[in-house]
């Protein structure tokens, strides 16, 4: 079909109304279905497009991220637990679904389960009759929002883990959490496995082959089996895979096929063209540093600008985003994380209210026929689309624009369960009677969301498929104007023990860039040549004042950076000169390099300081490089 003018549409249309009505016509086959598909559970899955990821356990109270397996279950406290609010939260960010984390690696467990003392049976909370699973997943099915759970493999409690028994122990854990809490939309098994731990008081290092230990296999079939509408995360035949890193920013282009192979990291950020297997990638980052809640962290909540560009990064290329929202100690999400949720609700729910293209006329070189018109990419309707006849792989699809429809905004979407059939392709825009191409990319998926710079009221915007494997099926091509979060201004901390490092100065350091290290931004990373012998890593401070330090926090990177590695330990010396120095406190991180969790170390006793020095003789592992993301500060309490 050749492009005709809206009014020769109209006329067209008029005319035909006059005519006799014709008989219907027979619906045009579909096209065959391309490569790995979707399943129905994946299908609706891809659907979902974000949720929430909850860390909450006894991590909370003990300021850790991987807590060792010997913690009282007594310090599992909230003073004011509060599930109906944490729903708020996640819906006010727009989050369509909630993933609570039920035991982490430590081995705690939030609900009163009869298969080990270390649980919340065993902790102050209601006296010991408390279930925090039970009243998330009540909350959630109060507000409508579908529920999931994560479930670590890892247990650092557990006297048996690393033998036969503990396997079966962990498949009663699953049957109890796929069994009492209703319907679960995702089980979550984290990759973490095997390493240092209490073990039942044992105090070893425990080894596994985690494919063959578990046998996932036959996990996920447990699950599929008493959840059969749950999607499972992470190794080889479950629903979903990682994106590879804890940053929120999938590859571009990301492909959700992937080789029939256990999962390979530098594979599953960008996945595999034309893989054998449907493993789409769902792409996990907190709103804060570490998972869990730590007061010292409230000034590097992430802002709304940065979530914007974060769905940007996953949504927008075709992922879904699990962003993690951690309860404080009271059992709340802190006040500063919902504003900042809610301002970035409220400018993804603005900005895509109303589609922009409605009214537009489609188009195209090409089309299928009866019940696969251009039009189709109009309806609103994810399960119809417009597709080309066989054989037609590059088809061009125009929408004919109201006068002054002004956007900034393009999303497009494939209908996968035909299969990911475009390979690359360009949107253009007609201004002032010629065609500038806005945008060219690889992958469209699930969907691809496109930003301009500034918006533009073109006569015509098109898609143009530069290469594919198949027919085209293409469901959606969507306009919108951008709408800004409203800003959040930034605070320091609820903690009053937390200093302001912003006040701080860099005085001198053995590389450059060392003041990344105090701008409260987990994404920024002082990095340079790992120390040798004799030539250690150092950076130096001023404090701007001089209060009775307590201690320091070492952040290290999350990014996942090849050839680069965290400290392995430290020697903090204080001074209130600059030119005199005393010893502060000397040591190794624990566990540094895979936990990649904020270090927080206590001097013995609190002295006045206005200077902080700190060395690195070596890195935790071997690397070319040496990477620090922060360092802070505390006073002792009052």
């Given at each position: 079909?050749?492009?005709?003018?809206?009014?020769?549409?109209?006329?067209?249309?008029?005319?035909?109304?006059?005519?006799?009505?014709?008989?219907?016509?027979?619906?045009?086959?579909?096209?065959?279905?391309?490569?790995?598909?979707?399943?129905?559970?994946?299908?609706?899955?891809?659907?979902?497009?974000?949720?929430?990821?909850?860390?909450?356990?006894?991590?909370?109270?003990?300021?850790?991220?991987?807590?060792?397996?010997?913690?009282?279950?007594?310090?599992?406290?909230?003073?004011?637990?509060?599930?109906?609010?944490?729903?708020?939260?996640?819906?006010?960010?727009?989050?369509?679904?909630?993933?609570?984390?039920?035991?982490?690696?430590?081995?705690?467990?939030?609900?009163?389960?009869?298969?080990?003392?270390?649980?919340?049976?065993?902790?102050?909370?209601?006296?010991?009759?408390?279930?925090?699973?039970?009243?998330?997943?009540?909350?959630?099915?109060?507000?409508?929002?579908?529920?999931?759970?994560?479930?670590?493999?890892?247990?650092?409690?557990?006297?048996?883990?690393?033998?036969?028994?503990?396997?079966?122990?962990?498949?009663?854990?699953?049957?109890?959490?796929?069994?009492?809490?209703?319907?679960?939309?995702?089980?979550?098994?984290?990759?973490?496995?095997?390493?240092?731990?209490?073990?039942?008081?044992?105090?070893?290092?425990?080894?596994?082959?985690?494919?063959?230990?578990?046998?996932?296999?036959?996990?996920?079939?447990?699950?599929?089996?008493?959840?059969?509408?749950?999607?499972?995360?992470?190794?080889?035949?479950?629903?979903?895979?990682w994106v590879g890193n804890e940053d929120g920013v999938a590859g571009d282009p990301c492909w959700p096929t992937m080789?029939?192979?256990?999962?390979?990291?530098?594979?599953?950020?960008?996945?595999?063209?034309?893989?054998?297997?449907?493993?789409?990638?769902?792409?996990?980052?907190?709103?804060?540093?570490?998972?869990?809640?730590?007061?010292?962290?409230?000034?590097?909540?992430?802002?709304?600008?940065?979530?914007?560009?974060?769905?940007?990064?996953?949504?927008?290329?075709?992922?879904?985003?699990?962003?993690?929202?951690?309860?404080?100690?009271?059992?709340?999400?802190?006040?500063?994380?919902?504003?900042?949720?809610?301002?970035?609700?409220?400018?993804?729910?603005?900005?895509?209210?109303?589609?922009?293209?409605?009214?537009?006329?489609?188009?195209?070189?090409?089309?299928?026929?009866?019940?696969?018109?251009?039009?189709?990419?109009?309806?609103?309707?994810?399960?119809?689309?417009?597709?080309?006849?066989?054989?037609?792989?590059?088809?061009?699809?125009?929408?004919?624009?109201?006068?002054?429809?002004?956007?900034?905004?393009?999303?497009?979407?494939?209908?996968?369960?035909?299969?990911?059939?475009?390979?690359?392709?360009?949107?253009?825009?007609?201004?002032?009677?010629?065609?500038?191409?806005?945008?060219?990319?690889?992958?469209?998926?699930?969907?691809?969301?496109?930003?301009?710079?500034?918006?533009?009221?073109?006569?015509?915007?098109?898609?143009?498929?530069?290469?594919?494997?198949?027919?085209?099926?293409?469901?959606?091509?969507?306009?919108?104007?951008?709408?800004?979060?409203?800003?959040?201004?930034?605070?320091?901390?609820?903690?009053?023990?937390?200093?302001?490092?912003?006040?701080?100065?860099?005085?001198?350091?053995?590389?450059?860039?060392?003041?990344?290290?105090?701008?409260?931004?987990?994404?920024?990373?002082?990095?340079?040549?790992?120390?040798?012998?004799?030539?250690?890593?150092?950076?130096?401070?001023?404090?701007?004042?001089?209060?009775?330090l307590a201690g320091f926090s070492l952040t290290p990177s999350r990014q996942v950076m090849t050839g680069a590695a965290?400290?392995?330990?430290?020697?903090?010396?204080?001074?209130?000169?600059?030119?005199?120095?005393?010893?502060?406190?000397?040591?190794?991180?624990?566990?540094?390099?895979?936990?990649?969790?904020?270090?927080?170390?206590?001097?013995?006793?609190?002295?006045?300081?206005?200077?902080?020095?700190?060395?690195?003789?070596?890195?935790?592992?071997?690397?070319?490089?040496?990477?620090?993301?922060?360092?802070?500060?505390?006073?002792?309490?009052?």
């Amino acid at each position: 079909m050749t492009e005709l003018s809206r009014r020769t549409l109209i006329a067209t249309g008029l005319a035909a109304s006059a005519l006799p009505a014709a008989p219907a016509l027979a619906r045009t086959a579909s096209p065959t279905p391309f490569g790995a598909v979707p399943t129905p559970r994946q299908w609706r899955w891809h659907g979902r497009e974000q949720y929430a990821f909850v860390h909450f356990s006894i991590n909370t109270f003990t300021d850790k991220e991987w807590g060792f397996g010997d913690e009282d279950p007594k310090l599992f406290d909230p003073s004011e637990f509060d599930p109906d609010q944490i729903v708020a939260a996640a819906k006010a960010g727009g989050l369509e679904g909630l993933i609570l984390t039920a035991k982490h690696h430590d081995g705690f467990c939030l609900w009163p389960t009869k298969l080990t003392e270390h649980c919340i049976r065993n902790s102050p909370y209601k006296g010991g009759k408390g279930d925090i699973v039970r009243e998330m997943a009540d909350a959630c099915r109060r507000a409508g929002l579908p529920f999931g759970l994560y479930l670590s493999p890892w247990d650092r409690n557990h006297a048996e883990y690393g033998r036969p028994a503990y396997v079966d122990y962990y498949r009663a854990q699953l049957t109890e959490l796929c069994t009492r809490y209703g319907r679960l939309f995702e089980v979550w098994f984290d990759g973490a496995n095997g390493g240092d731990g209490y073990y039942g008081g044992a105090r070893e290092a425990r080894k596994i082959d985690a494919p063959r230990y578990y046998d996932w296999p036959s996990i996920v079939a447990l699950v599929h089996k008493l959840q059969p509408d749950a999607c499972t995360f992470d190794p080889l035949g479950a629903d979903i895979r990682w994106v590879g890193n804890e940053d929120g920013v999938a590859g571009d282009p990301c492909w959700p096929t992937m080789p029939d192979k256990p999962y390979d990291q530098k594979e599953g950020n960008s996945g595999v063209r034309g893989g054998a297997i449907w493993w789409p990638a769902e792409t996990d980052v907190s709103i804060r540093p570490g998972w869990f809640y730590h007061a010292d962290e409230d000034s590097k909540v992430k802002s709304p600008e940065r979530l914007i560009r974060l769905y940007d990064e996953s949504v927008g290329r075709g992922t879904n985003l699990n962003l993690n929202i951690p309860p404080d100690r009271r059992g709340r999400i802190p006040d500063q994380d919902f504003r900042i949720l809610k301002s970035f609700g409220d400018a993804v729910r603005a900005t895509f209210a109303r589609d922009l293209a409605k009214g537009a006329v489609a188009h195209a070189s090409h089309s299928r026929g009866t019940g696969f018109a251009p039009a189709r990419v109009l309806d609103g309707n994810r399960e119809t689309y417009w597709a080309s006849p066989d054989g037609v792989a590059t088809p061009t699809l125009t929408l004919d624009l109201q006068p002054g429809t002004r956007f900034d905004v393009i999303r497009l979407r494939e209908y996968l369960p035909l299969g990911v059939r475009v390979t690359r392709f360009a949107v253009d825009a007609e201004i002032d009677g010629g065609w500038r191409t806005l945008a060219e990319h690889e992958c469209i998926s699930a969907q691809r969301i496109i930003r301009l710079d500034a918006p533009i009221a073109p006569r015509r915007v098109r898609l143009r498929v530069l290469e594919a494997r198949a027919c085209p099926a293409i469901s959606e091509f969507a306009l919108f104007h951008a709408v800004a979060p409203v800003p959040v201004p930034p605070i320091v901390s609820t903690d009053p023990t937390v200093l302001d490092v912003t006040k701080w100065k860099i005085v001198s350091a053995s590389a450059p860039g060392a003041e990344k290290l105090l701008d409260n931004e987990a994404a920024s990373i002082w990095v340079q040549a790992r120390p040798m012998p004799g030539a250690p890593a150092r950076v130096t401070m001023d404090l701007g004042a001089d209060p009775m330090l307590a201690g320091f926090s070492l952040t290290p990177s999350r990014q996942v950076m090849t050839g680069a590695a965290p400290p392995k330990g430290y020697v903090a010396e204080t001074s209130l000169d600059g030119t005199n120095w005393e010893p502060a406190a000397a040591g190794e991180f624990s566990n540094i390099a895979y936990a990649l969790s904020t270090q927080r170390i206590a001097f013995a006793t609190a002295r006045p300081a206005r200077f902080l020095r700190l060395t690195f003789a070596e890195a935790a592992v071997p690397a070319a490089r040496l990477a620090i993301a922060g360092i802070g500060g505390f006073i002792s309490p009052r």
